[in-house]
């Protein structure tokens, strides 16, 4: 069974870092392209970013490029995203999602599994 | 930027057809993905590539895809499909994904 377990997540004020983890299990980690979806509370869903299965291509919302950083070890099966610089308007529930499809170039699968998530609130 | 435009809800007796309309430009053009999020819940994908159902998921969901619309369409509606729905695309003029707006579902 196919699990993601977000982690990392809390009240941070505005200006500091936070750094999220997403733990894989269930399948084979590193053949997948990764991503990050978070929403606002009450608000849609927003991608965040993404990252493809050797971490060769990252791509980023326009509204969190420059302040966060995607990254992932297939050797410990996890994806963190870096997030610095935090707003009040990235105070949102972040998911960890897995792209549906093995090794494929950005843009060709959709989220088939999806984490929980982890409620991150900036606030002073 | 690419934006999707959903109406924000939509209203339907259990037994009838609801329709969710995605609009964006060209989308027909593109791959739409479909999510179905209920409260407190993680979105689960409902449809893949504008008409394919993922295993599990109920025939009574389809859809399709012309021109500047997408359209889910749920058959037989139950007290269960009452959810946020939303669709999703991939931008290669941005290299961006793109959800739309949302389409809060009601069973009546």
């Known amino acids: 069974e196919v699990q993601l377990v977000e982690s990392g997540g809390g009240l941070v004020q505005p200006g500091r870092s936070l750094r999220l983890s997403c733990a894989a299990s269930?399948?084979?980690?590193?053949?997948?392209?990764m991503h990050w979806v978070r929403q606002g509370p009450g608000k849609g869903l927003e991608w965040v970013s993404g990252i493809n299965w050797n971490s060769r291509s990252k791509d980023y919302a326009d509204s969190v490029k420059g302040r966060f950083t995607i990254s992932r070890d297939n050797a410990k099966n996890s994806l963190y995203l870096q997030m610095h610089t935090l707003r009040p308007e990235d105070t949102a529930l972040y998911y960890c999602?897995?792209?549906?499809?093995?090794?494929?170039?950005?843009?060709?699968?959709?989220?088939?599994?999806w984490g929980q998530g982890i409620l991150v609130t900036v606030s002073s | 930027s690419y934006v999707l435009t959903q109406p924000p809800s939509v209203s339907v007796a259990p037994g009838k057809t609801a329709r969710i309309s995605c609009g964006g430009n060209?989308?027909?053009?593109?791959?739409v993905h479909w999510y179905q999020q209920k409260p407190g819940q993680a979105p689960v994908v409902v449809i893949c590539?504008?008409?394919d159902r993922p295993s599990g998921i109920p025939e009574r969901f389809s859809g399709s895809s012309s021109g500047t619309t997408a359209t889910l369409t749920i058959s037989r509606v139950e007290a269960g499909d009452e959810a946020d729905y939303y669709c999703?695309?991939?931008?290669?003029?941005?290299?961006?994904?793109?959800f739309g707006t949302g389409t809060k579902v009601t069973v009546l």
């Open positions: 999703q695309v991939w931008d290669s003029s941005s290299d961006h994904y793109v």
């Open positions: 269930g399948f084979t980690f590193g053949d997948y392209a």
């Open positions: 999602a897995r792209d549906a499809m093995v090794a494929a170039p950005p843009g060709v699968g959709y989220f088939d599994h």
């Open positions: 590539y504008d008409s």
């Open positions: 060209n989308i027909g053009s593109k791959g």
